[in-house]
């Protein structure tokens, strides 16, 4: 009897071991690195155009989990992009404006000071100014997102590893005289203000900053070339090249999807919908190779209420008709719109991003599959 019941024991303890182990198994393995990727003013629709007006297969089609944001800030039902970069980069919906600030004005903590302390690395890549106001909440704390040169010295003073992006004037040309650059270097970095360059020239720093416009960089039709796809594998490699503490974030911004948008331009919208495609490639073949990278790529809005709408045209009698052979773009404002945004994640943690949700909950997510805001 006394045998009988260890052996019933023994049994029990065998399937509650076994049913441990299977939940550990499940569980979801927390991504060594997160890449954020942000198409300003990015709906729907300018990720549609993708598919009609690439020659190769979007890279938007290579993700499994889809879900949906709401953008809305804290004041307004249609945001801009800097409450929409806050609610990205500091999980709190805010004021039209603000720059890694709350709705009333005090500094939120963002990503970068979150993991810096943990030795996690940090880079932002975009194609406008690195002060403009995507990239900028990232960063810094300020009440206006026209404060670039407060910005910049925001840039110095963070700990961001590595950035690509224009904006060389609010760094060496600025009112109060400052040569930023300088104080980059004295904090380690290797700078370079006319190109890229090979990762082999870089390997040994542990910083390093490309600022290679004035202001913004040109549009990728002018002659930008792949400069959003190289820096994005460019930023992959030094943030990932040390043995230890190896883990990183990445932000990379498509800026001027957006300003094709407000300038109700389908070619420089689609031009731009098109090198951001590219780079969203890039992350994603290091994720795939890796597979301990959490990608994420979402917008901040979408601009010019943009439509891909059939072509009107007139019958030999006068009358129109609408020509389903052929895509004509239109647009209804030459500001942002409303509408819920796509969100697209690959990679360990991904599941996470199914549903719909609030802006602020990229945030969220991304620290609770990170698990990098944990005291440990
Ligand atoms: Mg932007
Ligand atoms: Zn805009």
């Given at each position: 009897m006394k045998f009988k019941k260890i052996i019933l024991g023994c049994i029990v303890l065998m399937l509650f071991s076994c049913k441990q182990t299977t939940k550990v198994n499940n569980e979801v393995i927390a991504p060594k690195n997160v890449i954020l990727l942000i198409g300003d003013g990015t709906g729907l629709t300018q990720i549609s155009s993708a598919f009609y007006f690439k020659e190769t297969s979007p890279n938007y089609a290579r993700f499994k989990h889809i879900g949906l944001i709401n953008t809305s800030s804290s004041r307004e039902d249609i945001t801009d992009s800097a409450a929409g970069a806050t609610a990205f980069a500091c999980g709190v919906k805010t004021y039209n404006g603000a720059v890694g600030v709350a709705n009333d004005s005090t500094k939120v903590e963002n990503l970068v000071e979150i993991i810096s302390p943990k030795n996690i690395k940090s880079g932002l890549v975009s194609t406008s100014s690195i002060t403009h106001a995507t990239p900028a909440c990232f960063y810094a704390h300020n009440i206006s997102r026209g404060s670039a040169e407060e910005i910049a010295l925001d840039l110095v003073n963070s700990d961001v590893d590595f950035f690509a992006g224009g904006g060389t004037g609010y760094f060496n040309n600025r009112s109060d005289g400052k040569d930023l650059l300088n104080e980059l270097k004295e904090k380690g970095f290797t700078i370079d203000t006319t190109s890229l360059s090979d990762f082999s020239s870089i390997q040994q720093y542990s910083k390093a900053a490309y600022l290679l416009a004035e202001n913004h960089m040109p549009p990728a039709s002018e002659n930008r070339g792949d400069f959003l796809s190289k820096a994005t594998e460019l930023g992959i490699q030094f943030l990932n090249k040390d043995e230890e503490n190896s883990n990183?974030?990445?932000m990379v911004e498509g800026s001027q999807v957006d300003w094709g948008g407000h300038a109700n331009d389908g070619a420089y919208l689609v031009s731009e919908l098109i090198d951001f495609d590219d780079a969203i490639g890039?992350?994603?073949?290091?994720?795939?190779?890796?597979?301990?990278t959490l990608v994420v790529v979402t917008g901040d809005h979408e601009t010019g209420g943009f439509t891909?709408?059939?072509?009107?045209?007139?019958?030999?009698?006068?009358s129109e008709y609408s020509d389903y052979d052929e895509i004509s773009m239109k647009f209804s404002t030459?500001?942002?719109?409303a509408t819920l945004i796509p969100v697209f994640a690959y990679g360990p943690g991904s599941e996470e991003f199914i549903g719909v949700y609030e802006n602020t909950d990229i945030f969220e997510k991304i620290l609770k599959m990170t698990k990098w805001r944990s005291e440990d």
């Open positions: 990183f974030f990445m890039k992350a994603l073949d290091f994720a795939e190779l890796d597979g301990n891909l709408a059939s072509t009107i045209k007139k019958r030999e009698d006068g030459k500001g942002h719109s």
